[in-house]
């Protein structure tokens, strides 16, 4: 799902390796500090990859900045209850929430990543 922005792509590209690791760690039997890290890893890079998507956006006076944040913020809610799921030690309820969080994820990337990156493609041009 390229949108045609490196750095975005890049980061989306390295957001879903880590949410396909987690996701086969849950499903192997894998040590459960294993599992901690590769969670704490895709908490970290989303809440970074969120950041350098709004500073862009600023960068960029993105005018639908505000709701795109709101949306990230969304998403960092789902990424928690995820967690909280992952820390009470139920692994049926965390795949749920992670499941959950893909599609919100990826059907995020498809519209609202894409609507910015079309208006970053359409300031380019004018700057041309
Ligand atoms: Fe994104
Ligand atoms: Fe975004």
Redesign the pocket.
């Known amino acids: 799902m390229e949108l045609g922005e490196q750095q975005?792509d890049g980061?989306?590209a390295a957001q879903i390796r880590l949410l396909d690791t987690f996701e086969e760690k849950l499903k192997g039997s894998q040590a459960k500090d294993d599992l901690v890290i590769v969670l704490d890893r895709l908490v970290e890079f989303t809440n970074l990859?969120?950041m350098s998507?709004e500073m862009l956006m600023q960068q960029h006076a993105y005018p639908a900045l505000g709701l795109h944040v709101k949306e990230h913020d969304h998403l960092l809610d789902q990424v928690r209850v995820m967690q909280d799921a992952f820390n009470c030690g139920d692994q049926t309820m965390t795949a749920a929430e992670l499941v959950t969080l893909r599609d919100w994820l990826m059907n995020?990337?498809r519209t609202k990543?894409r609507a910015f990156t079309l208006y970053l493609e359409e300031r380019k041009r004018e700057e041309e």
Do not use: R
């Open positions: 975005i980061e989306h990859h969120f998507e995020h990337i990543d």
